[in-house]
């Protein structure tokens, strides 16, 4: 059994100081069926990245979501805090729906027509990992043939606050995100998935050692959380970032991708022909 | 298929403050919810309400570390796991509430400084699963479900698809629900709480909400007289992110589903565990799937009557009482109902009976349209 990547999709969008939010109004028209009333940024956000993904693609009907997250909806948290405890009102129901990690699922089944399975999976600073590895398992047990997996990030305003939020320094270069990659089982194209997890780092190194050769990008855990590596935009947090790294691979390219920390264990996803 | 037992629970809940006295008081027939007054709002705020009868202040940050450890360590214990094997222990964690309260506190103390305070200054979904990885000494993998009502459910069904590959021996399922006012609040502005529950009934108004910490340990290695989970499915029904089809056609898919993958036939479910929310459409959608699968609905029990709707932990929750029920050979009854309703084709049961060996469906479906049915077999 193998299961491979047959579309992919890497929206990334920095957002800067005394910017506004970039528009998604034109990205959202390509890609939605219908007119979504009153979703917020982070279901805008997984509409976009989940459509250009599978846009073109012919979905088979059991087609699970496994949608990943460190941070989820903050921007509709803050805004039903924000009514309750400093406004003293009951939180409008549109933006406490909105709270919940599984209205964006459920708007990006329904955009594209996807009854299947459909889970919103986190963990911090691996979202990605976590996601995956849960469809992999799916897959790999025959109980579905095909996985959409993503990862959203979203930033709110003002970016004082979001940097305060996430524990970033001042000046810390932030970006908003979605990142998906549509998995097929036994697929006859794109690019074979597959991931490890380690202890430890001296096991992971071992089997890094074992398994690439000298051409092969290899990404250590230490360089997922750099900022600005390549030149490129950056995400603030590393599920969003190891999620961009992946896509894009994915796309374009093998990769080994290292991530982790000591006491919670490492996990080491390959891209290969 | 990997046989994965279920060694070991933990539970707090509104009936007790472990599984042992939450079972007991449920057979006992106890269902006590209370009345609770919310102050700071433009408008009063009452509603009733499941609570842990722990004793503390409700929106106290600090009883998440009070509350959570006992309960892993409950049904760790119970499990009779080695300390190498506790030490690899996966975690599967589902949720509605995760940090939400903390942060709540966090922002109403900062606000009283301050007018320029930071909403939402915690955002972490893994903060349960991290509690029980402290508590138990545990540097496994975590996972945490965020899928509203089925987010445990989900969680154990993960679990049990990962002990079916083979990579681990156990792990633990958690199911969290504690008081917050995200939630209290935002389910009143639904306009959905009642104050009393009643499932399936012709006079049914809403849900009461509840609090509740569930923990199992799933394993492939067998304990006496150890129950077995036979796997399940989920699925997604688009009709509405808060409403249930009331024509039931997405709960039959999902129970069709489980019963698919768990090799049975609808005729051999010998009871069902319904989710029973006591909403009008949530059960009417309930009952309509069932009765599309089965014709006749098996014996059929509704839990919320005991210890409020625990959202998403509903799932590990409810599996942990009805489990624990089966051990003792009963079926629980459904604290709520009185009178059938004609377009509902599910009664109820009214009192404890007779549960024999054989399999077992427990149901859930939250927002999102997020369903998901869990297969259990009590052994002969």
Same mark, same amino acid.
């Given at each position: ?11 990334? &969008? ?20 219908? =007119? ?7 279901? &805008? ?31 509709? !948290?803050?805004?039903?805090? &924000? ?27 329904? !955009? ?33 043939? &095909? ?14 606050? =979001? ?73 603030? !947090? ?36 | ?11 707090? +809940?509104? $009936? ?20 609770? /007054? $919310? ?18 202040? $409700? ?19 119970? #499990?009779?796991?080695? #300390? ?19 942060? /709540?506190?966090?922002?109403? @103390? ?6 320029? %305070?930071? *909403? ?17 000494? +545990?540097?496994? /993998? ?35 629900? $504690? ?46 007289? @150890? ?8 699925? +997604? ?33 010998? #009871? ?40 998403? %932990? ?20 459904? *604290?709520?109902? /009185? ?42």
């Amino acid at each position: 059994m193998s299961v491979r990547v047959i579309a992919a999709s890497s929206y990334l &969008q920095p957002v800067r100081d005394g910017e506004a939010l970039p528009s998604l109004d034109q990205a959202l028209k390509d890609v939605s069926r219908e =007119h979504f009333r009153r979703v917020d940024r982070f279901i &805008q956000l997984a509409l976009i990245g989940s459509g250009r993904c599978v846009a073109g693609q012919a979905l088979r009907p059991e087609c699970g979501i496994y949608l990943g997250s460190g941070f989820g909806p903050i921007a509709s !948290n803050v805004a039903t805090q &924000q009514q309750m405890l400093r406004d003293h009102e009951i939180p409008k129901p549109y933006n406490f729906v909105n709270t919940l990690g599984v209205s964006a699922g459920f708007h990006v089944a329904k !955009n594209l027509g996807m009854p299947g399975q459909n889970l919103f999976i986190s963990r911090r600073g691996a979202s990605l990992e976590a996601a995956l590895a849960t469809a992999l398992t799916d897959l790999e047990l025959g109980v579905l043939s &095909q996985a959409l997996v993503g990862v959203v990030e979203e930033v709110t305003l003002p970016l004082d606050e =979001h940097r305060r939020r996430r524990d970033l320094p001042s000046d810390a270069l932030v970006a908003e995100g979605s990142h998906w990659l549509l998995l097929e089982r036994d697929a006859a194209r794109g690019k074979s998935v597959s991931m490890k997890h380690f202890d430890d780092l001296g096991s992971l190194e071992e089997e890094l050692n074992a398994s690439s050769r000298e051409n092969d990008r290899v990404h250590r855990p230490q360089a997922v959380d750099k900022r600005g590596r390549d030149g490129r935009a950056f995400h603030d !947090n590393p599920d969003a970032a190891v999620a961009a790294e992946f896509a894009a691979a994915a796309m374009a390219g093998s990769l080994f991708l290292a991530n982790g920390s000591p006491g919670r264990g490492y996990t080491l996803l390959h891209l290969g022909p | 298929m990997v046989d994965a037992y279920i060694r070991g629970v933990g539970l707090s +809940c509104a $009936l007790g403050m472990d599984a042992g006295s939450c079972v007991s008081a449920m057979l006992a027939g106890r269902a006590t919810p209370q009345r609770l /007054e $919310l102050g700071g709002f433009s408008e009063p705020l009452a509603l009733s309400y499941y609570r842990i009868p722990d004793g503390a202040e $409700l929106f106290d940050p600090r009883r998440f570390e009070r509350l959570l450890p006992p309960v892993v360590q409950a049904a760790v214990r119970h #499990a009779g796991l080695s #300390a190498d094997e506790i030490r690899g222990l996966p975690i599967f964690m589902g949720s509605s509430c995760f940090s939400v309260g903390l942060a /709540e506190t966090g922002y109403a @103390a900062a606000l009283k400084q301050r007018s320029a %305070a930071l *909403p939402m200054p915690v955002c972490d979904y893994d903060y349960p699963a991290g509690l029980a990885r402290a508590a138990l000494g +545990c540097e496994g /993998e975590a996972w945490a479900f965020n899928t509203a009502c089925t987010a445990s459910a989900n969680a154990l069904l993960s679990a049990w698809r990962m002990l079916q590959t083979g990579r681990h021996r156990h792990a633990l399922v958690l199911g969290v629900e $504690l008081a917050n006012l995200t939630t209290l609040t935002g389910f009143a502005g639904l306009q959905i709480l009642t104050d009393r529950v009643r499932p399936f009934d012709a006079e049914r108004r809403g849900i009461v909400l509840g609090e509740g910490i569930g923990a199992l340990v799933l394993s492939t290695a067998p304990g006496p007289g @150890a129950l077995r989970i036979r796997g399940g499915a989920s699925n +997604c029904d688009t009709y509405s992110v808060t409403t249930a089809n009331p024509d039931g056609a997405s709960v039959a898919a999902v129970l069709r589903a489980a019963l698919a993958q768990a090799q049975l036939a609808p005729e051999t479910v010998q #009871a069902i565990k319904g989710h029973g929310t006591g909403t009008g459409t949530g059960d009417q959608a309930e009952a309509a799937g069932l009765e599309r699968v089965f014709g006749r609905v098996p014996p059929l029990s509704a839990l919320k009557g005991y210890l409020g709707h625990t959202l998403g %932990a509903c799932g590990v929750n409810e599996l942990v009482l009805y489990a624990c029920a089966l051990l003792q050979g009963r079926l629980p009854a459904s *604290p709520g109902f /009185e009178q059938p309703d004609p377009v509902v084709p599910v009664v109820p049961l009214s009192a404890p009976t007779a549960a024999p060996p054989g399999h077992y469906l427990l149901n859930h479906f939250g927002f999102g349209g997020n369903n998901t049915v869990l297969v259990l077999e009590k052994p002969a």
